[in-house]
């Protein structure tokens, strides 16, 4: 347990002391200020927000902001497996008493983290920023909601995380990883209204549409929707992994 801790943080200081680390981290409290100040200036849908809570319930979501938040935690993750090959830097990893699949895990455990700071920082400069506008403060039904979205939220980034690692275990490639995982973002709203559609990951990605508009799809439900996402995150890390153990660095 304490060398698989020590290897989950030896791969976040890793993450944190590249310059490229604070570039995410900057726009995303940049992105949270701005669509703020934007809809408080020009949208006419925002009448009956009474507290930055309330405003805060509608945005956390995927439809919201979550949107920005997988793309940035995927191109703060995507090479996270990726450039060790590149730099040649995996061979010292692997000389030392650590297995491929601990590598493997402390990397996903790594990249997951970097997602939900990342949720933590729109959370809190979208709080910050509505603050001053709606006021602070809110329910505990209107918070019990920013948590529910939040949770949406972090999943639907999460989900496009775990692709986008596992095709950069797959090509060594940050670039191909950091495209697929948009492309990934960008279907999400693809809707082919058949029945066989729901068995695909996009449709069940977006969790928040249960509690606005509905099922996506008739015979969907957020429970099918969990299961169905679960298992292409299986699959997705059991490739990645496969390809990550076999694979020759010498």
Not at 167 to 181: D, E, F, K, P
Request: charged share 10%.
């Amino acid at each position: 347990m304490r060398n698989g801790i020590r290897l989950i943080q030896n791969e976040w200081l890793k993450l944190t002391k590249k310059r490229s680390f604070w570039v995410p981290v900057s726009m995303m409290v940049l992105i949270a200020a701005m669509v703020t100040f934007m809809l408080y200036k020009f949208s006419s849908n925002l009448s009956e927000i009474d507290s930055a809570a309330a405003y805060l319930s509608g945005m956390m979501g995927a439809s919201g902001l979550g949107q920005f938040v997988a793309i940035l935690s995927i191109v703060g993750t995507a090479g996270i497996v990726a450039q060790e090959h590149a730099q040649g830097t995996i061979k010292f990893l692997l000389i030392r008493s650590r297995s491929r699949g601990e590598i493997f895990a402390a990397k996903y455990a790594a990249a997951v983290l970097y997602t939900l700071l990342m949720t933590l920082i729109a959370g809190v400069s979208m709080y910050a920023a509505s603050g001053f506008m709606f006021g602070f403060g809110g329910t505990g039904a209107q918070w019990l909601d920013v948590l529910k979205e939040s949770a949406y939220g972090l999943v639907y980034s999460i989900v496009y995380v775990t692709l986008a690692f596992m095709v950069g275990a797959l090509t060594r490639s940050t670039g191909v990883a950091i495209g697929v995982g948009l492309a990934g973002t960008m279907f999400g709203s693809l809707m082919i209204f058949k029945d066989f559609y729901k068995y695909v990951l996009f449709p069940n990605v977006n969790l928040s549409v249960y509690d606005t508009v509905g099922p996506p799809l008739p015979g969907m439900s957020i429970g099918f929707s969990l299961v169905v996402l679960a298992v292409y995150m299986a699959l997705f890390l059991v490739a990645g992994y496969t390809v990550f153990r076999r694979r020759d660095v010498a």
